[in-house]
Structure formats: structure tokens, C-alpha cells
Nanobody, 121 residues
């Protein structure tokens, strides 16, 4: 079973920066995209940023211009560089890997265990 191992969360003051990293414990077969999702207390988990194996990045409107996602297909890894952090960026950040067979439209997901990011005002 593939595991996604996350690192880099922590406590930072507003305006500061953090870098999150995530790597798969073994090769993912049929990878399509990797990304990060965020869940704040009492809120559903939502998209922060994703990047396809072809290099196309998608960002939530709230993080555009502040966060940058990058991927390493060879290592099944993804990083998220977060700058100009705001208190509303606080939450548990989950790494995600989407995969599926090339001949099928069905997609599946691996999830990391989550890493806490806290931005103080």
C-alpha cells in the first residue's frame, strides 16, 4: 500500500512562509496528479493546489499569487511553497495523489496523514 509522507508544517506568523513536502513511499502506478488540500476546524476539506504529471497547476483563488506548487514525477513527490501566509490559511494540510489506469476514466486517490499549519496574527 502506497503511503504519502508529508513534512514541513508548523507555526508561523502572518506574512511568513512555509514549505510543505510530500513523497510517496513507493512508485505510484498510473499517476495523474498530486496536490494539497486543506481542512480548517469545522470546515470541509478543500483544494489548495494540484499539479498534473504534465505540469499543469491549479490553485484555489484564495492562494493564487502566494502559493507555488511543484512536482517531481520521478519521485512521485510534490512541494508547496507558501508565502505571505494569512491566519485564514490555518488548517491541516493533506497531500493527495490521484491515479488511474491509462485505459480507464476511473480515478483513485491516496491521502497523506495531514500536517498542521498554524498562522498567527
Amino acid at each position: 500500500q502506497v503511503q504519502l509522507v508529508e513534512s514541513g508544517g508548523g507555526l508561523v506568523q502572518a506574512g511568513g512562509s512555509l514549505r510543505l513536502s510530500c513523497a510517496a513511499s513507493e512508485t505510484i502506478s498510473g499517476p495523474r496528479a498530486m496536490g494539497w488540500f486543506r481542512q480548517a476546524p469545522g470546515q470541509p476539506r478543500g483544494l489548495v493546489a494540484t499539479i498534473t504529471t504534465g505540469g499543469t497547476a491549479t490553485y484555489a483563488d484564495s492562494v493564487k499569487g502566494r502559493f507555488t506548487i511543484s512536482g517531481d514525477n520521478a519521485k512521485n513527490a510534490v512541494n508547496l511553497h507558501m508565502t505571505s501566509l494569512k491566519p485564514e490559511d490555518t488548517g491541516v494540510y493533506y497531500c493527495n495523489a490521484e491515479y488511474g489506469a491509462s485505459w480507464s476514466s476511473l480515478l483513485y486517490n491516496y491521502w497523506g496523514q495531514g500536517t498542521q499549519v498554524t498562522v498567527s496574527s
